[in-house]
């Protein structure tokens, strides 16, 4: 029953309810999800007559496993975690859980996929954000790998129907839109790559570690956009149009889906125009 929110640092933490009414949320500082029993959390309580009865990323509830490396090796383990950030379930009958994982930086950072049915200590079936150096031999370009690659993933979202699912990726302030899992390559030892990006005017095509917008808030300028980001960090789908918690400029945009990527901010909230990111509308 016990929770560790750290110390010395910050967990964000993420909570969601199964289509049976669970209730799951992320417990970082332990590096685990946990899943709580709907029958138990109706009843309502103080939360130390509340335990988990299923935990994802550690064993068992007894034991905390060492962190994992932050090196290629740590990235396919696949039945530990290291900081859940995000947690969600997809469409399908019955729905896949994703966890989005991160070390705060470029190595470790991921989104793995469980199937069901649930159980304590099971692994993950596929990892997102998990790369080889070279295909066939051939170095990977840029574009190939920030495709793939993630920078502290924080929020999960599908899209309607069979259309793909988003993953908020803070670190470099954008948003990577999928295919479905079950248009990705069935190879379970390759990561799909986005087929578009929204938050860089250079899209998917134009990524490279070396520029100054592709993988840069607000693609490099000192004031927001209604196409850029800056490290958002949460975000939710309502009839076609997407809220995203832009962290860093101080507001939340609603971008409309728009064929297969989200166009341009409609509306904001926390600022009068699309071009000001100050906190409490101070300009200047």
Known sequence: IALNSGTGGVFIAAITFDTQHNLWLTDAGNNRVLRYAAADVAKGGFATTISANLEIGQLDFISRQPNLPSTAAGVQTVNQLTTPAAIAF???????????????????????????????????????????????GVPRTDPQIFSIAMFSPSAIFFLPGTQGMGVVDSGYSR??????????????????????????STGIAGISSTDTKSLIANDGNPLAAAGTLSHPQAAVLVNNELYVADTANNRVTVLPWQSGNFGPASRVLGQD?????????IEG
């Open 90 to 136: 997809d469409n399908a009958v019955p729905p896949r859980l994703y966890i989005a994982d991160s070390d705060g930086g470029v190595i470790q950072d991921r989104v793995l996929v469980f199937l069901p049915p649930f159980t304590t200590g099971m692994s993950a079936t596929r990892v997102m954000g998990a790369q080889p150096a070279t295909v066939t």
């Open 175 to 200: 948003i990577l839109i999928f295919d479905p899992y079950d248009k990705w390559d069935p190879d379970t030892t390759i990561s799909p790559s986005a087929k578009a990006v929204f938050g860089h």
């Open 273 to 281: 125009r699309f071009n000001t990111n100050s906190i409490n509308l």
